[in-house]
């Protein structure tokens, strides 16, 4: 197994440097360009979401984000230095209607998030949240 | 009329040129900014030709645009959106507050 490892400070700018590796990686394992596309999202998504909900945009903390590819998968880690999260709620959030005049126009992260990788789980504990998420190297339905 | 968006106008249409590559949580003040009465017109069009990248946070931005236009009872529309985000767009039903115009069907209005 390979790893590639990208620590970042808490700061949302940074989130740019990660998915520019993102895109990186996806092109060395020969990922085609869509789902370069949707890793290259759910990844954005997660990062954005340790800096801002699990380091609390805390810039000393750091977000910890492991690229570990193998000949089947690609899965990558993101890890937050917060102190950990209740349940993670990964259910379908659209634009709504009735929430456009006050603003509640946040929370499709996670939803993207699993609905654009092959697998994503959770752990949290005082110490941090860990994101990992796996995209198969081969579409899986491939023959 | 912002550092991320350039205005053009003709008739009833303004299109807003979406000049970032990256509508994302650090474009998103800057976008949110220039969402502005005075920016629309009864058909205001986003252009999406210079976007590579739009994540959850950007689409929160760009539901300002939503918000101020369904105000005035303007009609928006997304323009040149790639096939990726017209995905996206999809999955979270933001397509049904800003459908897809072809540049051609704008010819009429020029």
Redesign the interface.
Known sequence: MERVLVNIPSN??F??VV?ASADEVGQAIGLTQ?RI??L??AV??AV?NAIEHGNQLESSKLVEVVFALDAEKLEVSIRDQGHGSGPVDFSR???EEQN??GGM?????M??IS?LVDHCEVSSSQGGTTLTLRLYRKEQNDE | MSDVIQREEFGEVAVLHITTNSVDAISAAAIEAAATSSAMRPITVLDFENVAFINSAGISSLLKFVVMSRKAGHKLFAMNLSPHHQKIFKMVEMSRFMPTIEERDLAAYR
């Open positions: 949302p700018l989130e740019r998915r869509e596309e949707d290259k999202l954005s998504e954005n959030r659209i634009v456009l005049e126009h946040r929370g499709f992260g939803y993207l609905a």
